[in-house]
T-cell receptor, first 112, second 114 residues
Framework: GQNIDQPTEMTATEGAIVQINCTYQ??????LFWYQQHAGEAPTFLSY????GLEEKGRFSSFLSRSKGYSYLLLKELQMKDSASYLC?????????????FGGGTRLMVKP | DSGVTQTPKHLITATGQRVTLRCSPR?????VYWYQQSLDQGLQFLIQ???????AKGNILERFSAQQFPDLHSELNLSSLELGDSALYFC?????????????FGDGTRLSIL
């Protein structure tokens, strides 16, 4: 099975930088995804890490350490529209398909 | 717009009833996934189909079933509905069974059981 932990809520200020952490335990890691989800809307894909290191995409970056079972999503130059839930999801080698196990999500509130 | 279409957007029904949720994947995508999202459970994987065949199964109840048709659209059938089945049901799709392809989500069907 898998266990994925993320903080439930975070608050940050517009223009600042925020780091959302995710730790996971899995029997056969095969990739980690970050999704953004605004309340009542569909999750949208942000980033994917399968190897250790940092992946940068504009204002968003994601980091992975497989030995530590740890990832973070870094959001720079925060905007009010970044207020949303951020979901960490892990794919396990053990399953035959492409199923993802999601963490509970971190609700980020950006304040002026 | 992800390109994944789900209908209906909202569904209100009573306990004991049966409903069918429909999903059309993005053009060219062969894999379809169903997820349930409730307030206390987060996003839970239910089932995956790839080109008409069941590929992976999560914690899907026996009262729930799904299928993928030759035109690749998928339906999720929920029967003997209970109050606890009230949730957002998302469909997602990806090009194939490959591990390196992100899943793209539809806007979901909000199911309310009265």
């Amino acid at each position: 099975g898998q266990n994925i932990d993320q903080p439930t809520e975070m608050t940050a200020t517009e223009g600042a930088i925020v780091q959302i952490n995710c730790t996971y335990q899995t029997s056969g890691f095969n990739g980690l995804f970050w999704y953004q989800q605004h309340a009542g809307e569909a999750p949208t894909f942000l980033s994917y890490n399968v190897l250790d290191g940092l992946e940068e995409k504009g204002r968003f970056s994601s980091f992975l350490s497989r030995s530590k079972g740890y990832s973070y999503l870094l959001l720079k130059e925060l905007q009010m529209k970044d207020s949303a839930s951020y979901l960490c999801a892990v794919r396990d080698l053990g399953n035959a398909g492409n199923m993802l196990t999601f963490g509970g999500g971190t609700r980020l509130m950006v304040k002026p | 717009d992800s390109g994944v279409t789900q209908t209906p957007k909202h569904l209100i029904t009573a306990t004991g009833q049966r409903v069918t949720l429909r999903c059309s994947p993005r053009s060219g995508d062969l894999s379809v996934y169903w997820y349930q999202q409730s307030l206390d459970q987060g996003l839970q994987f239910l089932i995956q189909y790839y080109n008409g065949e069941e590929r992976a199964k999560g914690n899907i109840l026996e009262r729930f079933s799904a299928q993928q048709f030759p035109d690749l659209h998928s339906e999720l059938n929920l029967s003997s509905l209970e109050l606890g089945d009230s949730a957002l049901y998302f469909c997602a799709s990806s090009p194939g069974g490959s591990q390196f392809q992100p899943q793209h989500f539809g806007d979901g069907t909000r199911l309310s059981i009265l």
